[in-house]
């Protein structure tokens, strides 16, 4: 029996009961990330029974980015079985919740676990979608992300987020910006942020969460002001 850790929600699993096998969701520029939440539209068949399956066993799936942009999991550069090369590095999601349509989809919300790294890629399921040998070792301390403190400039990246905004005329909830604590900022913007997927790769491969911090501090910079900054930039009036 697994012990329970005092504070941890119950529903989350423990490093022991991280699966081997799991089943994988390819899409471009999507980026799920330890602690962040992820809606998903769900509405091809084979994807359908990738998540009755996940439903009936661990709940659980991988999400990852083919090498090449473009898409699902039919895009990219093909594998010597045909299918499109995906990169090696991905996070696991746990369905916490779901909703069915009357045209068929499935409404999901992913809650993100931990990164992990394909080992190999399986034969296809039955219901046509792909799965891989995972493995979680090299991430396990992604498991204690509410406990993880970050080094954050805030002020730095107020500033950038604000140029960033005004450059692409996006607008947000600046007051809910403000409260946030620093994890849940961060893993919040790197997900949501309309990033490219190398950018979103990096992100998500970034050691841990202060230097997913400065990285994302730099890609704003970058998109913002055309070169990342060794010193904040003046903030506008």
Same mark, same amino acid.
């Given at each position: 029996?697994?012990?329970?850790? #005092?504070?941890?929600? #119950? ?42 399956? +996940? ?28 299918? #499109? ?10 369905? $916490? ?52 403190? $970050? ?8 500033? +950038? ?18 409260? +946030? ?20 790769? +990096? ?7 202060? *230097? ?15 070169? *990342?900054?060794?010193? #904040? ?5």
């Amino acid at each position: 029996m697994t012990e329970r850790v #005092p504070g941890r929600n #119950p529903f989350e699993p423990s490093f022991e009961q991280l699966p081997e096998t799991l089943p994988i969701f390819p899409l471009s520029g999507v980026l799920l990330l330890p602690g962040g939440k992820l809606p998903l539209n769900v509405f091809e068949p084979r994807y359908l029974s990738m998540i009755f399956d +996940a439903l009936a066993g661990h709940r659980m799936i991988g999400m990852v980015q083919p090498m090449q942009p473009g898409g699902y999991a039919g895009d990219g550069l093909p594998t010597e079985d045909g299918r #499109p090369k995906v990169h090696k590095v991905g996070c696991a999601g746990r369905i $916490v919740s779901f909703n069915e349509t009357e045209d068929g989809r499935l409404l999901l919300a992913l809650s993100g676990v931990c990164r992990f790294e394909i080992v190999r890629e399986l034969d296809l399921a039955h219901g046509g979608y792909r799965r891989v040998s995972s493995v979680f070792s090299p991430y396990r301390a992604d498991l204690d992300h509410a406990d993880e403190e $970050v080094e954050l400039d805030r002020d730095r990246l107020m500033a +950038a987020l604000a140029a960033f905004f005004r450059g692409r005329n996006l607008s947000t909830d600046w007051d809910a910006v403000k409260k +946030a604590a620093d994890a849940n900022l961060v893993t919040s913007l790197s997900m949501v942020l309309p990033f490219g997927p190398a950018e979103k790769q +990096a992100l998500l491969e970034a050691a841990d969460s202060t *230097a997913r911090a400065k990285l994302l501090v730099a890609f704003l910079e970058m998109n913002a002001f055309g070169q *990342a900054s060794e010193t #904040p930039p003046k903030r506008a009036n």
